[in-house]
């Protein structure tokens, strides 16, 4: 059941599945999507774990920032609404806005998180990133959200998937379109100006760097995440940029192994 709660300054939209007492899960979502980026997973964990999911500010249902985002903000809204739901121990997992979150999450917030899934993401902006990111901001500036939707698919999925058509891929053009311009443009600034590397150091807890084999240039950067930690490094075969959504399975497989990990 969706709940809106005001925190931080913002209003956010958080969704609560699985039995009251269970062990938790929560998921933190991309640039342009929402928490049902995470419906796959939610069919596969939600009879063993209490699920918390949430909107990003400028995302979904959660509402638009004044000011251009940081990922001490995203952080923070992260940390904040654990805390608001009596969230411990929690397994977090997050996928590329998503995982840079998560990321700063665990480091910062080692009572609320005892194992964290960090996917298709990097520690650092690239100069070359903000640039592609200057690019995608003026196309939405001057056409709008519906601009991005094919350029945005063709970019996180493979070929085939996008042949296939199926219905998760529809879910994520519509999350794409939906996505407000303001809250895009807000959130955007995170992903061009950021170093983490301090918080990749700081990890403590149980960690599994995952990626999927086709996103480009991130697969060796996910690699030599893991390597800077004692953590497990997965990469997904037939996979882009969101795993969680392209190939399920395998992603539901390396979240249960770090589930299980002793």
């Excluded at 998180?113 to 990133?129: G, H, M, T």
């Excluded at 490094?233 to 190939?247: C, D, K, N, R, W």
Aim: hydrophobic share 45%.
């Amino acid at each position: 059941m969706d709940e809106l709660i005001s925190l931080r300054g913002q209003t956010f939209r958080t969704r609560l599945d699985g039995p009251i007492g269970a062990p938790w899960l929560v998921f933190s979502n991309s640039l342009m999507t929402d928490l049902g980026l995470w419906n796959a997973q939610i069919a596969a964990f939600s009879q063993t774990h209490r699920i918390l999911r949430y909107d990003q500010r400028g995302h979904g249902q959660t509402s638009i920032p004044a000011t251009d985002c940081t990922f001490d903000d995203l952080v923070a809204d992260l940390a904040a609404l654990m805390t608001h739901h009596n969230v411990q121990n929690a397994t977090l997992a997050g996928v590329s806005m998503g995982g840079v979150t998560a990321l700063g999450t665990a480091a910062r917030h080692p009572s609320l998180v005892a194992r964290v899934l960090i996917c298709d993401c990097q520690p650092v902006a690239s100069p070359a990133n903000a640039k592609a990111w200057d690019d995608r901001i003026a196309l939405v500036q001057s056409a709008g959200m519906a601009a991005l939707v094919e350029p945005t698919v063709s970019r996180w999925f493979r070929p085939a998937f996008l042949t296939e058509n199926p219905p998760a891929l529809g879910e994520i053009r519509a999350m794409i379109a939906n996505t407000k311009p303001e809250g895009f443009l807000r959130a955007v600034r995170a992903l061009q100006s950021y170093d983490l590397r301090p918080e990749l150091s700081a990890l403590a807890c149980p960690t599994t760097f995952l990626v999927g084999a086709l996103d480009g240039v991130l697969p060796p950067v996910v690699r030599a995440m893991a390597e800077h930690k004692s953590a497990r490094f997965t990469e997904i075969a037939e996979s882009g940029h969101l795993p969680p959504v392209e190939q399920p399975e395998a992603f539901n497989a390396a979240l249960k192994e770090l589930i299980n990990r002793k």
